[in-house]
């Protein structure tokens, strides 16, 4: 298994500010995941983040709108820009393999206003 | 597009009794995994479930999966008030950018004393 953490844990932002979310995890891992979960629903994949390329966006999700790092193995961000109210979820990030599946961080719960 | 379907989606039980979740999905896959989420929490992996015929139990709770009719049960036994929850299934897919989960909508589980 592995230890995922996330920061913020939660906030409250302003329409058209952007927030950044940080997964760190405790061990090297190769692919990383992005979720949200908008509230009373189930996960929607945001998108996977290789160390080294390119984020792979999920239809209905764009780079301009979720824009992704991942600098090395153990860590990856999420930055929700030009928030609106439709915004407001939790967004998890979660690291895996086929066969074993995925384990995911605490979340982020965003509201926008 | 591989789809996953859970029901029921909302489910009230008194304590003792027993029922059955289902997870239905579209395509040939033949990993599949359960996870448990509690109000405000992340999720928490209870199953992982590999092959057809595959049949895992922990305490109160058993999983099965049946590659072939592409369904996936869990099954509540004897029910407590601790196993209130929302319990997702999520079945292990492969696109360009590895292996990726597609969730069902989840089932939100009330057991009542």
């Known amino acids: 298994s592995a230890v995922i953490s996330q920061k913020p844990s939660r906030d409250i932002c302003q329409r058209g500010t952007s927030l950044t979310i940080q997964c760190q995890v405790d061990s090297q891992v190769t692919m990383m995941f992005w979720y949200r979960q908008q509230p009373g629903q189930s996960l929607t994949l945001i998108a996977t983040a290789n160390q080294g390329s390119e984020a792979t966006y999920e239809s209905g999700f764009v780079i301009d709108k979720f824009p992704i790092s991942r600098p090395n193995l153990t860590f990856s961000t999420l930055t929700v820009s030009n928030m609106s109210p439709e915004d407001s979820s939790i967004y998890l990030c979660s690291v895996g393999t086929s066969g074993i599946g995925q384990y995911f961080g605490p979340g982020t719960r965003l509201t926008v206003t | 597009e591989l789809k996953v379907e859970q029901n029921p989606l909302f489910l009230s039980m008194q304590e003792g009794k027993n029922y059955t979740i289902y997870c239905n999905y579209s395509t040939t896959s033949d990993r599949l995994y359960w996870y448990r989420q509690d109000p405000g929490k992340s999720l928490e992996s209870l199953f992982v479930?590999?092959?057809?015929?595959a049949v895992k139990q922990e305490g109160r709770l058993m999983a099965s999966l049946d590659t072939k009719a592409r369904l996936s049960t869990l099954h509540i036994t004897a029910a407590v008030h601790d196993l209130s929850a929302t319990y997702f299934c999520?079945?292990?897919?492969?696109?360009?950018?590895?292996?990726?989960?597609?969730f069902g909508g989840g089932t939100r589980l009330m057991v009542k004393p």
């Open positions: 479930l590999l092959s057809n015929g």
């Open positions: 999520a079945v292990d897919y492969w696109n360009n950018a590895g292996n990726m989960l597609t």
